[in-house]
């Protein structure tokens, strides 16, 4: 069954906490996307990977930071310099040549 | 630097009613252009894409677009929609150059009345 998995699905953390979002793809892709949505804002880019052991900050990549160890693996962790974390995360996919992306499930982060 | 404007936030309509949701964007070069849905609870995924070629494109459901070059929009259409597509719609769009990374509109709530 191909696909992204996000783990978790709603995630808890305590102000000042650093955090960490999983994203794992078995298509074979590529390039892998973090993206922040909050309502009214649509989807804004924080990090994205075109190959293994490179990745590029996005548009809001403050008080985040990624890895990119693997193909299949891209997680994201959120830091407590992110000063407003609580948002629903998503991760994407896509593969080099094929520009349309994939997206998982997400996870919603709230920080307490 | 791209941008994506949807003036619609939210929508709401009486099933059988026709939808036409309003996409917009802002760059200089050629465009691919999307529509993603995302149904409540459920993962974003995409409704249609345009790379080239014909500009009316038919994605998934019924739902089509249609590209205009010379107003910088993407709107998506469908004739009849349906309690099921009550969900938020977002447009996306990515320069034709380079490595793709995608610009996505703030979205619109669409919500379909039995």
């Known amino acids: 069954d191909g696909g992204i998995t996000q783990s978790p699905k709603y995630l808890f953390r305590k102000e000042g906490q650093n955090v960490t979002l999983s994203c794992e793809q078995n298509?074979?892709?590529?390039?892998m996307y973090w993206y922040r949505q909050d309502p009214g804002q649509g989807l804004r880019l924080i990090y994205y990977?075109?190959?293994?052991?490179?990745?590029q900050k996005g548009d809001i990549a403050e008080g985040y930071s990624v890895s990119r160890e693997k193909k299949e693996s891209f997680p994201l962790t959120v830091t407590s310099a992110q000063k407003n974390p609580t948002a629903f995360y998503l991760c994407a996919s896509s593969q080099d040549r094929e520009i349309t992306q994939y997206f998982g499930p997400g996870t919603r982060l709230t920080v307490l | 630097a791209q941008s994506v404007s949807q003036h619609n936030h939210h929508v709401i309509l009486s099933e059988a009613a026709s939808l036409e949701l309003g996409c917009n964007y802002s760059y200089g070069g050629t465009v691919n252009l999307f529509w993603y849905v995302q149904y409540p609870g459920q993962h974003l995924q995409l409704l249609l894409k345009y790379f080239s070629g014909d500009p009316l494109v038919k994605g998934i459901k019924g739902f089509e677009a249609e590209f205009i070059k010379s107003k910088f929009s993407f709107n998506l259409r469908k004739p009849s929609v349906q309690w099921s597509d009550t969900a938020e719609y977002f447009c996306?769009?990515?320069?034709?150059?380079?490595?793709?990374?995608?610009?996505f509109g703030t979205g619109t709530r669409l919500l379909v009345s039995p």
């Open positions: 996306a769009v990515g320069a034709n150059t380079g490595f793709q990374k995608l610009v």
């Open positions: 990977s075109q190959i293994v052991n490179d990745f």
């Open positions: 298509l074979n892709h590529d390039a």
